[in-house]
């Protein structure tokens, strides 16, 4: 294809709003392969109307992501916040940042001090209790009579939401609290005032139960957290609170949403869930291919450029903002073969469904053990287990910045 007709199809694609909507459950938008193929990093508008550089291409996110010449700081003018109004915006910055919106050494240090709870050997020691958890769960759903189970209410959710809770020392009744709060503010269609109001909530409640430890410690990180700032003679309440505020709030929703696409992904093809049956062994590298496929946080990538930078032969501009698709890149045919294909013997851990550089995110280890326990009790303690309505009627999230879906019927 002749550069003047790359150049005539970016051009029509720049009229885009993105992200678009997924029109099939599965799939990314047409339009994204068209970019991929034809513009992988181009010129573009957010819903919001803000001019962006749309990042679709595998290498050419993974050398954003991993450049700290592009910054995460949502403070920066010109850092491309999707879905915010200016007023939330404004909150927003008025506060101190999120982990995920510090650079370098400033990140560094926030990350330092938690990234050790994350640890393959520390999740190890957590495994019993993630299994515990999925089968008292799991006996719940086998103790009904009632059918079908909505498998969201039944499982999916509250499995990461007990698991993140008793991790951080979280108490577990108040979950409907802070898992209605996290949806309004992650839900598109929510209004200002409401996004506003559910920040502002979740942060009010996790100040709290910050100020409770401080007094009344407990087995939990973040009590542990405030017993090595006291060692070092600082404690920084302001710095848990970001901490705490990023982890509960990141800390469920997207691995309950992973639980019941994985769970639709699997039950729609049957000969790849007939593999991971035969063999649980398997069962990791299917986690990483559900991951791939589905990436349910696509377009939260989002950098400000802190100097001019040349990536992939397009010149982007310091003050300029970039939005990384890490659904358009986990579908690029040129790192992933076929990648429509379902192949959950692919072994696709290069993908960019937890990021990748710097900011990759800091419970993926947690998250891969919670969905590798869930895949593989559930189906061997409910082999015959089936969806109740066609893919097609499934409610999904195509109105949130976490795709999922809202309710999954299920019967056995």
């Known amino acids: 294809m002749t550069k003047s007709m790359t150049k005539s199809i970016a051009g029509e694609l720049a009229d885009l709003e993105l992200p678009v909507e997924r029109g099939c459950p599965f799939a990314p938008p047409a339009e994204y392969e068209r970019l991929r193929e034809h513009a992988p990093i181009s010129r573009t508008r957010l819903a919001s109307g803000a001019e962006v550089w749309w990042v679709s291409g595998h290498a050419e996110g993974r050398a954003v992501l991993a450049d700290r010449r592009f910054s995460s700081d949502r403070r920066k003018d010109g850092f491309p916040v999707l879905n915010v109004d200016a007023a939330t915006l404004q909150q927003l910055r008025s506060q101190p940042p999120l982990m995920i919106g510090m650079d370098g050494e400033e990140h560094a240090a926030a990350r330092r001090p938690v990234i050790g709870e994350f640890t393959v050997k520390r999740l190890a020691a957590l495994r019993p209790r993630v299994q515990e958890i999925v089968d008292r769960f799991i006996d719940d759903m086998l103790a009904t009579d009632q059918r079908p189970v909505d498998l969201v209410q039944a499982l999916s959710l509250p499995v990461p939401s007990l698991v993140i809770s008793e991790l951080l020392g979280v108490p577990y009744t108040d979950h409907d609290f802070f898992q209605s709060r996290t949806a309004v503010a992650v839900r598109r269609t929510s209004s ?92 990791p590298m299917a986690v990483e291919e559900l991951l791939r496929y589905f990436a349910i946080t696509d377009a939260v990538a989002s950098r400000v450029a802190t100097e001019d930078v040349r990536i992939g032969g397009v010149s982007i501009k310091a003050g300029e903002g970039v939005v990384v698709s890490s659904l358009s890149a986990n579908w690029d045919p040129s790192v992933f073969k076929n990648p429509a294909d379902l192949d959950v013997e692919r072994g696709a851990r290069h993908h960019l469904a937890f990021g990748f550089g710097p900011h990759q995110c800091l419970g993926q280890n947690l998250a891969r053990m919670e969905l590798q326990i869930v895949f593989d009790t559930l189906f061997r303690r409910i082999p015959t287990l089936r969806l109740a309505t066609p893919v097609e009627d499934l409610p999904f999230k195509t109105d949130a910045v976490i795709y999922g879906a809202y309710e999954l019927p299920v019967t056995w």
């Open 192 to 283: 200002p005032e409401d996004r506003r109001r559910a920040f502002a909530e979740l942060r009010a409640y996790i100040d709290d139960l910050i100020t409770r430890k401080e007094s009344e410690p407990g087995d939990d990180l973040f009590s542990r957290q405030i017993a090595r700032q006291r060692r070092n003679g600082a404690l920084d309440h302001t710095g848990l609170v970001s901490v705490a505020f990023l982890l509960l709030t990141a800390g469920h929703e997207t691995t309950a949403n992973m639980i019941s696409l994985g769970v639709i992904g699997l039950l729609t093809h049957p000969e790849q869930l007939a593999l991971i049956k035969a063999d649980p062994g398997r069962t």
